[in-house]
């Protein structure tokens, strides 16, 4: 569910985005990854071991990052730069198996 959720928001976005192209709204879209806001995104965290200190970020940076974005007039913002890469990595990636990958990554924070 979390997947589809977040799959949503972004495409609702990018659609209220060009809905409002020329309109009085500006839309952007942020693709944070893992963000520490709570002691069970700690948890989580700690279940990915130290592999999640790469694409960890703070909320402030987050904030930060969307609203330069979001001023500069960006459409899709994604902070840091592992973040970046490995976006760009999976849409080359078959969706049977980012759907995997998925379920392998949602799999250890169930279990913890």
């Not at 990854?33 to 990915?48: C, S, Y």
């Not at 990052?65 to 007039?73: C, D, F, P, T």
Request: charged share 20%.
């Amino acid at each position: 569910m979390y997947t589809g959720s977040k799959n949503f928001v972004y495409a609702f976005s990018l659609a209220l985005r060009e809905e409002q192209r020329h309109g009085p709204l500006t839309v952007s879209v942020v693709c944070p990854g893992p963000v520490m806001t709570n002691p069970d995104a700690l948890k989580r965290m700690e279940a990915h071991g130290n592999r999640a200190k790469w694409v960890l970020c703070s909320p402030e940076e987050v904030a930060e990052y969307g609203l330069e974005g979001l001023l500069k007039g960006k459409n899709i913002l994604i902070p840091g730069k592992v973040n970046w890469f490995l976006v760009k990595l999976m849409k080359l990636c078959p969706t049977g198996l980012k759907m995997r990958l998925l379920e392998r990554l949602f799999r250890v924070y169930s279990t913890h």
